[in-house]
């Protein structure tokens, strides 16, 4: 990578090249030996466990942690941070239906009305955080808690008479079906994945994204337009979550109450697992893909062992820090 | 911006310069005495009389365990950090309490010592994780809310286990405001932590790090404490909810993550860092409770609940921010 990339502006010690590749490319290689070894190690326990349908099967689920956790990267690569991931979820999932109603010909504006949805919730997060300055952390648990009550409200807590619609046939078929002999949701996943990375890497607003997350006011000072780029960014964050939750009701069929609620804290996991620095200006996407598929084959592995519910929260936790403590740490005070 | 401060002193008057100091306070308690009023309001409209004793213990009993969180969670956020893993060790604090806690005094006395320990302990984790680690704060209460939801799930695998009833009605007694006395207490341990040099280099740390490692404060050892008071206090909290619902779920604490944020936020905390009070996020709890109970009466669907509470914090968190600015600006 050359000039004004994120790994000029890092410390003097992240500079050093180590078999040829930069700190971050380095950790987007980490993310992906843990998949590798995590596959490996799920095959030793639990022999299937790396045959191909059942890796289809774990990058499938890693495609929805995968797809929130574009929009997170998006955001917290300028430092901000998404909370309102599960019920932008939730809420894209049971408008997705009780727009569409379950035919096919309804299809095209139900989606239109659903992503539309997730970036309104975005583009109403980043105005609150960059014109009223309110902390983005706070700005998004409200965003949060907003679209949970209108969720829930307009839903009436999904008794109402078309929330029981399924997704429409064509979005489901599409979901489960395959394409050039590749699963459908994986390919759609591959384009995001190629898109994303070619978005943040090679557009200039990618570059502002990165300049942003470095240095907000020599950013200013250089003519970035910060407020816009930030709400650009969270809009994404809410048009991706309204992705995944699309595909989620295509997967399953039906709509839930609750079912966008592992998404926060797996699409943070991912981001932090695939070497993106959270206080922002570092960290590529590929690296979130990579930390998805770790973060659900580590899932999956426990799942084969049998490890109840407690212990997977338990490793969980523990995997995180240990990654942490391998990568996340600051410079030394000088 | 101090240094401007300290030259317009002498020029206003002490009462304005208190009024500057301490605005994130003042703002909290009139929105706090806002909402009473038109909960009485609306209460009188409904039943033809103003709440009483029963209204003000069930009140005060159930923001107990908001209000003991958002204390933990105030020394954290001075310091400039946050601690995700509040709800978890409520969880944890909960299940302890529901499993192990049996009647009679010494039991009693003996599992609130124990979980406190625990609260503390977990909070001391966080903090070494935070301070020797130099780990980013939410980063690191993020997983340790996994490790305490597991632990939680471990010793409480379903809904059940028990508390004494006798405990119940020492920590939030339902007949009388009993637990008001626990509040004055937190509220005096405030004004008295705020006064000791910890107290002092919590603030500073909050503040600016750089400038206050000059300054000789030893940072991580800050940090350090910090976290564990917030795991205390959130085992506290934990122990209240046990005690509200009088018996255990080790996943009834989750909600109290981002609830207590929220209340630290509505109390006048500064986010980032350096600048509140945790008397403002017990006043920020109590909103909290306030706007549910003014919904509840207002008989608005409560699956709006979330929608109006959302609301409800930007549009507080603008307009304190907004009455900062032109107080700043009048200044200087």
């Given amino acids: ?334 | 911006m101090r240094i401007d401060a300290v030259r317009a002193a002498p020029r206003r008057s002490p009462a304005l310069h208190w009024i500057t100091q301490n605005i994130g306070l003042i703002l909290v308690f009139v929105v706090l005495a806002a909402a009473i009023v038109l909960y009485a309001g609306i209460y009188w409209l409904q039943q033809d009389a103003l709440p009483g004793n029963f209204e003000l213990t069930s009140t005060i009993d159930n923001t107990m365990p908001l209000a003991m969180s958002a204390v933990g969670q105030t020394i954290v956020v001075l310091t400039r950090g946050l601690d995700l893993s509040v709800g978890g060790m409520m969880d944890l604090a909960n299940s302890l309490a529901a499993v192990h806690m049996k009647e009679g005094p010494g039991s009693m006395v003996l599992w609130t010592l124990l979980v406190l320990a625990a609260g503390a302990a977990g909070g001391l984790c966080n903090g070494l994780l935070v301070g020797y680690g130099r780990l980013q704060p939410i980063l690191v209460t993020l997983a340790t809310l996994s490790i305490f939801q597991g632990i939680a799930l471990f010793i409480l695998p379903d809904p059940g286990g028990a508390i004494p009833p006798a405990y119940t009605a020492i920590l939030v007694n339902t007949g009388q405001p009993y637990a008001l006395l626990y509040l004055v207490a937190v509220g005096l341990f405030w004004y008295a932590f705020r006064r000791t040099a910890i107290g002092v280099s919590v603030v500073a740390i909050g503040n600016d790090e750089n400038a206050a490692r000059a300054n000789g404060i030893n940072v991580i050892r800050t940090k350090i404490i910090a976290y564990t008071l917030s795991g205390f206090f959130a085992a506290a909290a934990g122990l209240c909810l046990a005690a509200t619902a009088t018996a255990g779920d080790a996943t009834s604490g989750n909600g109290f993550t981002l609830t207590s944020i929220v209340a630290v936020v509505l109390g006048g905390v500064s986010l980032f860092g350096g600048r509140g009070s945790a008397v403002g996020s017990l006043a920020g709890a109590f909103v909290t409770t306030m706007i549910v109970n003014v919904l509840f009466f207002s008989h608005i669907d409560p699956l709006y609940q979330s929608f109006y509470e959302g609301l409800f914090l930007v549009v507080a968190v603008v307009l304190g921010m907004a009455i900062r600015r032109i107080l700043k600006r009048r200044r200087s």
Avoid: K
Wanted: neutral net charge.
């Fill in chain 1, 1 to 334: 990578m050359s000039g004004g990339t994120p790994e000029t502006a890092a410390t003097p010690a992240a500079g050093h090249p180590r078999l040829g590749l930069t700190r971050d490319r380095r950790r987007i290689l980490y993310a992906f030996a843990a998949a590798v070894l995590l596959f490996v190690l799920g095959e030793i326990v639990h022999p299937g466990f790396a045959s191909l349908d059942s890796v289809e099967a774990i990058l499938t689920v890693a495609t929805f942690v995968g797809l929130v956790a574009a929009g997170q990267t998006f955001v917290v690569l300028i430092g901000g941070i998404d909370l309102s991931v599960p019920w932008v979820l939730n809420g894209a999932s049971i408008l997705m239906v009780t727009s569409s109603l379950g035919q096919d010909d309804r299809a095209a504006y139900g989606l239109v009305v659903t992503l539309g949805m997730g970036a309104l919730a975005g583009c109403v997060s980043g105005l609150g955080i960059t014109v009223l300055e309110v902390p983005a952390v706070v700005m998004t648990l409200a965003m949060n808690g907003i679209m949970e009550g209108l969720t829930l409200g307009l839903s009436g807590g999904l008794t109402c008479e078309t929330c029981a619609s399924y997704a429409p046939p064509l979005v489901q078929q599409a979901v489960h079906g395959s394409l050039l002999g590749m699963p459908t949701v994986l390919l759609l996943w591959l384009v995001v994945i190629v898109l994303v990375s070619f978005v943040l890497n090679r557009t200039s607003f990618g570059r502002q994204t990165y300049a942003i997350g470095n240095n907000v006011m020599a950013s200013y000072l250089a003519g970035v337009n910060v407020r816009l780029v930030t709400v650009l960014l969270y809009m994404l964050s809410g048009i991706f979550s309204a992705l995944a939750g699309i595909v989620l009701v295509g997967f399953g069929g039906q709509a839930s109450l609750g079912m966008g609620n592992p998404y926060l804290f797996q699409s943070i996991a991912a981001v932090v697992i695939g070497g993106v620095y959270i206080l922002g200006g570092r960290g590529h996407y590929l690296g979130s893909a990579a930390g998805a598929i770790s973060l659900v084959a580590l899932i999956s592995v426990l799942m084969a062992l049998n490890m109840p519910e407690y212990g997977r929260s338990i490793i969980y936790g523990v995997v995180i820090l240990v990654l942490l403590l391998l990568y996340g740490r600051e410079e030394a005070e000088r």
